[in-house]
């Protein structure tokens, strides 16, 4: 019967081998001494294993099977696996070595070997590496010992400086498990301090479980967000480094992600960065980029844009430019209040050349005769919105900067055209306290309404960003808010903008109903252009056009 099952076992190993890998591993305690060997296969079909002991060929099998065989089993694959686990032993040896191992699935076979010790062996190395001043040479057996040793990250990192790692602790505990995760530490930290490409493994770096930033957003991010190119600079400055400690690893993994999330986002645009200054806002304030200076000087899609475009090396060069144009567009002059209504005294609100965007809505009384003239001098480059700012000029809605300049080219704050829109569909509201701590002065009756009434998000629970630019996408968002209170249910246009793809989610049905109802158009080569800064004269016509829908809707 013995002859049958070893006649059995070489009929199989001679079959050629074209199978796949097979994975083998340590499974479950150090102390168990047990080996799991997995691999794919055909549903159905019975898998056979061989496991020959170290010192010994597969032609001793017959012959000598009883010193030979370490394993044999044979198992069903099921659900596309097969799994062996093997309670090694050697009657020859209380150490271990390497193994040879044979794998059968139908007409293929696999060959290979691996390295198994034993927990004595695993144990007694540690007694050997506390006793040695230098483990240069020992290195490739105290890898192959914890079978770590068949990784090319180990292959191509040289011993003298796995052994300096190793040997920067005196006196290891004899703690198998706890010495194989010194191991896996001092290579992690050996292959970086030595820039190993081969710590590379499909485009992301690898050992993140180990370095403790697997499963953190930062490290999801980097994943998902940078731009492949931005990913090859994070990668190339990490193994550049010569990172003696796994916390040195973290913070510069950390620093160059922050970095590169802003400069090498994955789409264009700057849409993304007050996402991410928000999102990450205890990390970036440490490394003193402050996003509430940078709100303050109400050019913050300015500084986003030259960050978006930064160039910057590291964390901190950025952190001066932003410094930079944080310096240069603060505002110093008080002149200009934001209005007539809300309250405030001319120094609440700075914009650029005084005036105001918007004045309190008058209601016509019986004989108003509505007009589409203005006095303003400097609309003739868009004759688009003229009519729009003469309309809305005489109804008591907007105002010029000057009794002649409307300026409208400018951007539109975030207040602004809060204003302009409750005041245009809502009236003058009753002076309210605003629970966002940045808004004040004439804009607080307004922000508070449409806060209250969902006409209007804040940057976060507290800040609104008064002073910020308006972006056409967000701006077509709270006109969208302000026409479905009024009653206001349009259809939606199915023809996409060429640029839907930049297009946020949030503000598509928005943009596309506000566009079928006539409110909104392309910039030219049916282009939308969500992440553009709306203008004074964009922000006339889109409400005086939302004022017609709801008009003719009456």
Known sequence: MKKIILTAILSFVMISASANAATIEPWGNLEDDIVRISGEGENGKNVNILVINPGFDEEDVLHNGENSIQFYARCEVKDGKFVFDIPMYDANSDEGGEYKYVITNGSSSERGTFSFYFYEAKNNIITEINESEDVTDIVDKIYAIYSLNSSDVFKTTSNGTISTFIKKTDNYPVDSDNMKSELEKALCISAYYEGNPELIEDGLLSYAD?????????????????????????????????????????????????????????????????????????????????????????????????????????????????????????????????????????????????????????????????????????????????????????????????ETEFAPNDNITRAEFTKLVVASFFGTPNGKITKFSDVSGWSVPYVAYASENGIVNGISDALFNPNGDISREQAMAILARALEKEGYEGKVRTKPFADDSSISDWAKNAIYTLSEGGVVSGKGGNMFCPKDNLTRAEAAKIIYYSLKLTEEAD
Not at 316 to 344: F, M, S, V
Not at 381 to 399: C, F, M, T
Request: no cysteine.
């Open 210 to 402: 180990i370095i403790g930033i697997e499963g953190t957003d930062l490290y999801e991010d980097y994943k998902t967000l940078i731009s492949e190119e931005g990913k090859d600079a994070v990668n190339s400055d990490i193994l550049n480094s010569e990172y003696d400690e796994i916390s040195k690893i973290a913070k510069g993994f950390e620093q160059r992600v922050l970095l590169s999330l802003i400069t090498d986002y994955k789409d264009d645009g700057y849409g993304h960065i007050q996402d991410l200054l928000y999102k990450y806002k205890d990390k970036y304030d440490k490394a003193g980029i402050d996003s509430r200076k940078i709100t303050a000087t109400g050019r913050e899609y300015d500084i986003f844009r030259m960050m978006s475009d930064s160039s910057a090396d590291t964390l901190e060069d950025l952190k001066k430019e932003i410094n930079a144009a944080i310096k240069k567009y603060t505002k110093t002059e008080t002149g200009g209040g934001g209005g007539g209504g809300g309250g405030g005294s001319a120094s609440d609100v700075n914009l650029p050349g005084g005036g105001s965007v918007v004045s309190d809505p008058v209601t016509p009384d019986e004989g108003y005769v509505e007009r589409k003239d203005s006095p303003f001098k400097d609309i003739d480059s868009v004759p688009w919105a003229n009519e729009s700012i003469g309309i809305l000029y005489n109804r008591g809605i907007i105002s010029g900067k000057s």
